[in-house]
Nanobody, 128 residues
Framework: EVKVVESGGGSVEAGGSLRLSCKVS????????ISWFRQGPGNEREGVAL???????VYADDVKGRFTISRDDVDIGVNLQMDNLKPGDSRMYYC??????????????????????WGQGTRVEVFS
């Protein structure tokens, strides 16, 4: 059974940093697309950043230059380094996983329906 677990969330002052981790267990083949999404109360889940095993990375416009996504190929998963955090980044962060496939090369890049497997999320709070 494939399981996805997010970790690394917390509370941080504006301008600070957090590093989120998304670990996938029950799968070891080196082909996947993994995306971070975030969601606030009453809002739809929105894409943040994605990466796949072909080396493709895509970022949402409002996190470019502040967030960095990277693969962990030892333990299947991805990390999200979040720097210069803003209060508007405060959301629940979720990891969406698509196995045995790359991310769509020409988009749409952050379609939640493309990812059949999700974790329970990790909360990020940024205070001013």
């Amino acid at each position: 059974e494939v399981k996805v677990v997010e970790s690394g969330g917390g509370s941080v002052e504006a301008g600070g940093s957090l590093r989120l981790s998304c670990k996938v267990s029950g799968y070891s083949y080196p082909r996947y697309c993994i995306s971070w999404f975030r969601q606030g109360p009453g809002n739809e889940r929105e894409g943040v950043a994605l990466v796949d095993t072909d080396g493709q990375t895509v970022y949402a416009d409002d996190v470019k230059g502040r967030f960095t996504i990277s693969r962990d190929d030892v333990d299947i998963g991805v990390n999200l380094q979040m720097d210069n955090l803003k209060p508007g980044d405060s959301r629940m962060y979720y990891c969406g996983v698509k196995l045995w496939a790359s991310c769509p090369p020409n988009g749409p890049h952050f379609r939640t329906g493309y990812f059949p497997t999700w974790g329970q999320g990790t909360r990020v709070e940024v205070f001013s």
